[in-house]
């Protein structure tokens, strides 16, 4: 997945997201891009079939190089090989690359798609939180941790006192005032660099584990239809998935299974005709990039 980061500076910037979708609304201006490589972008409009890659729309965009040399000696084995490439790790360092007078940022992944206005979830109340997200309290939380975390006393510890809930980092809020104060990003670093230890693996997941560690259980919540994830069904077994129950205002193929993956092999879902206006690939670009 190749993070963007949409965020204002100073003042919120908006432009026609055009949607088409059923909400024409207003997005933030794509002020910054996180890249590793400095890639054109679509502009965000509805359209018939599958366009061409175009040029950065007229918003002002400024390309942020990520120096994977920073991050590779940290990155861990994972479930899946796309969740190793070194953009997964860019979000930990956004306080870091951004100017000092960005003190909110929009995180969003790239496999999504926003049908919202999003000035809406950039006027989310944080209170005291530094990160607001949406959380999934159901979900079995022990299963994000190896037997080797949960053995260790202090390692377990980490949650005391806290009602830690799991949330995807897809889509966050983050309050980067309180971030640099605090320090999060080398707390974030500790975790990464104790799973890369000798000792063994503490967790499976790629770079969203750490977050789960430092923050979970002091978590802003934001509203579900502000993440509706894992819309990524299935590719092997050819199997689909349906929008979650109640409003979307973002729809995320979070997972394995990707729209222009499926798009390349022919056997789209129907969920995924959303996706399709927004599609930079032809056939064989989309069975490519969906192979890594």
């Known amino acids: 997945m190749w993070p963007l980061l949409r965020l204002a500076c100073m003042r919120i910037q908006r432009w026609r997201s055009g949607s088409g979708l059923g909400n024409g609304g207003a997005d933030l201006a794509p002020r910054h891009v996180l890249r590793e490589r400095l890639l054109p972008l679509p502009r965000l409009r509805p359209g018939a079939g599958r366009p061409r890659p175009r040029r ?28 190793e490439q070194p953009l997964n790790y860019a979000r930990n360092y956004l306080a870091d690359f951004l100017e000092p007078c960005v003190h909110r940022v929009i995180y969003l992944d790239s496999d999504l798609v926003v049908v919202d206005d999003v000035s809406k979830l950039w ?31 202090q390692f377990a510890g ?15 809020v983050l309050d980067l005032t309180r971030w640099r ?8 670093e500790r975790w990464v660099e104790i799973q890369k230890s000798p000792a063994g693996r503490i967790y499976e997941l790629g770079s969203l584990t750490p977050f789960l560690l430092v923050f979970a259980g002091h978590v802003a919540p934001i509203e579900h239809r502000w993440n509706q994830h894992s819309l990524d069904s299935d ?18 193929w979070s997972g394995s299974g990707k729209p222009w993956a499926r798009f390349g092999a022919g056997r789209p879902c129907p969920l995924d005709a959303l996706w399709a206006p927004f599609d930079l690939y032809g056939p064989a670009d989309s069975a490519a990039e969906g192979s890594r």
């Open 56 to 83: 950065v729309p007229a918003a002002p965009v400024q390309g942020l190089l990520l120096r994977p040399d920073r991050v590779r000696s940290l990155i861990s084995t994972s479930v899946r090989q796309a969740l």
């Open 123 to 153: 006027c989310t109340d944080l209170g005291s939180r530094t990160v607001g997200a949406s959380e999934y309290c159901h979900a079995n939380f022990t299963k994000y941790f190896t037997d080797r975390f949960w053995s260790d006393k």
């Open 158 to 172: 980490t949650f005391a006192g806290r009602r830690p809930c799991y949330f995807n980092t897809g889509v966050m």
């Open 181 to 188: 104060r605090t320090g999060y990003t080398r707390r974030i």
């Open 235 to 252: 590719n092997v077994f050819g199997s689909c998935r349906d929008l979650h129950p109640g409003p979307a205002s973002l729809l995320h």
